[in-house]
């Protein structure tokens, strides 16, 4: 649904258009609260206030951003305002190097000299609906999804969900785009690090 | 030439389209001649379309009936 139309049909009271919107939102909304306050019930709170003032503000709307950016320029200010309410120390860091583990798992399939020692198989083309494992890909990426780290989910889900930049997704939360870059290329490789066993386990 | 783990460092800028247009002809030139590092920077370019299709699938949701009574108050 075009970002300017939603705002239309919400404006006009679409329930059809409020629950899509919500359904397609939502999701991302509470991962990037998530990020910001540290725990997942207070992240919800923080989206369900973030819809309230949304459904209150809608005549507010100008469109001088997209409707998306407008809903999640408040849900980060109310994020940030709760974290700090909290006693919480807003700013995303990167995580420590623990975090990296990824990255070292890559780094052990190296020779010394940079070539291969265990090197990758060829995927056929994967579709989000073909089935491993018993359940279909999309179901699986998307739990694995949910296990990386709170800030690489909420930027996984702004950038690829939402389809934001990263120089939004930067402001948005405090970060420069280098380091937002850094926990996209972390979280993309722990998903095709799990998605490579997952398939090798398949073809047993 | 570039070492296969510095190919595949650079993988997800390549992925993604970015990089300079050296460093993208010298991965391209790379991949000619290595099989291994041609799968691994097609893995990592599915896992991203993956990722973008998995976020993109909007699970049966349920508004909050609150939130819904809030948006039908509004709309009156
Ligand atoms: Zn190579």
């Not at chain 1, 404006?11 to 725990?39: C, H, K, Q, W």
């Not at chain 1, 940030?80 to 780094?107: F, H, I, M, W, Y």
């Not at chain 1, 850094?182 to 997952?198: D, N, S």
């Not at chain 2, 997800?12 to 920077?41: E, P, W």
Request: proline share 3%; net charge neutral.
């Amino acid at each position: 649904m075009a970002d300017c139309d939603l705002h239309t049909r919400l404006l006009g009271g679409d329930e059809t258009a409020f629950t899509e919107a919500y359904a397609s939102l939502n999701p991302s909304m509470v991962r990037v609260a998530g990020a910001i306050v540290g725990s997942n019930a207070t992240a919800e709170e923080v989206a369900q206030e973030t819809w309230l003032a949304v459904i209150g503000g809608l005549t507010k709307f100008e469109g001088k951003s997209s409707f998306k950016n407008w809903v999640f320029a408040i849900l980060s200010n109310k994020a940030r305002t709760r974290a700090k309410r909290d006693g919480r120390n807003v700013a995303l860091v990167l995580e420590p190097d623990e975090d990296d583990s990824a990255q070292n798992t890559l780094n052990a399939r190296f020779n010394a000299d940079g070539t291969w020692s265990d090197p990758p198989a060829l995927w056929e083309e994967i579709t989000p609906e073909r089935i491993l494992a018993g359940r279909q890909t999309w179901q699986i990426v998307r739990g694995i999804i949910d296990k990386l780290p709170p800030a690489q989910q909420a930027i996984l889900s702004l950038l690829e969900g939402e389809k934001l930049s990263a120089g939004e997704i930067a402001s948005m939360l405090g970060l420069s785009q280098g380091n937002v870059r850094v926990h996209l290329h972390r979280a993309r490789e722990r998903i095709r690090q799990t998605l490579e066993r997952e398939i090798a386990a398949s073809k047993k | 030439m570039m070492s296969c783990r510095e190919v595949c460092a650079q993988a997800q800028d390549y992925a993604d389209g970015h990089g300079s247009n050296a460093s993208r002809v010298k991965i391209r030139l790379h991949m000619l001649f290595c099989r291994n590092c041609t799968s691994f920077v097609d893995q990592t370019r599915q896992t991203g379309q993956l990722a973008r299709q998995s976020l993109n699938k909007n699970s049966d949701t349920v508004v909050d009936p609150k939130l819904m009574a809030e948006f039908k108050k509004r709309s009156e």
